[in-house]
């Protein structure tokens, strides 16, 4: 579900990104945490994956994810069929239920807490349709968002905003020095959605 509280700004993604003069690109599977206000985060096509932000307004540290799948138990069984433990490093925010109560552990050590921490979920597309006409059985997109969800109101933290499903990529842009998030929909408009 796409929900529609952005307002679209006069820039279209390409301008906001000359307007940065320096900028950090996150890579799927990975996270990062800042609390320097010259910190800002660049996702580029977040298709199935989940872009997780997080940001306290009062201290002004924040963070992204850039999650591929929903949980670890998918990992841990899928080879052999038995749960085998996962290299902790090797998976470093790869999985909603192993990234967000890492990325949280980090920003808390920059001086976060739940209270004055929002989050923001982007992406979790439909690109393919697999089974016949019946759908996609894998439903990535949908699975990540759920997961990510539920992790985030298990931690205590609130989310103020997602901008998931549809079946177009994203890109987004967080800038950590006043929590702006700018997200545009391949072939769409520029969303500043905080």
Request: hydrophobic share 40%.
């Amino acid at each position: 579900m796409i929900q529609t509280q952005s307002h679209a700004s006069n820039l279209d993604l390409t301008d906001v990104l000359k307007q940065i003069s320096s900028i950090e690109e996150i890579a799927i599977g990975d996270f990062k945490a800042s609390s320097l206000s010259k910190t800002n985060y660049y996702v580029k096509n977040i298709t199935t994956g989940l872009c997780v932000i997080m940001y306290d307004t009062h201290a002004r540290v924040g963070g992204i994810a850039y999650i591929i799948l929903p949980d670890s138990e998918f990992q841990q069984t899928q080879t052999t069929g038995f749960k085998k433990p996962l290299d902790d490093n090797a998976f470093k925010a790869c999985y909603a239920d192993i990234a967000l109560p890492k990325l949280w552990e980090h920003l808390q050590g920059l001086g976060a807490n739940a209270e004055n921490t929002q989050c923001v979920l982007i992406g979790g597309s439909q690109l393919f349709t697999f089974g016949g006409g019946r759908g996609n059985p894998l439903n990535i997109g949908a699975r990540n968002a759920i997961t990510a969800r539920t992790t985030l109101a298990r931690m205590g933290l609130s989310i103020k905003h997602t901008e998931v499903g549809g079946n177009r990529p994203r890109h987004a842009v967080f800038m950590l020095a006043d929590g702006r998030i700018y997200v545009q929909m391949k072939g769409g408009e520029t969303l500043r959605i905080v």
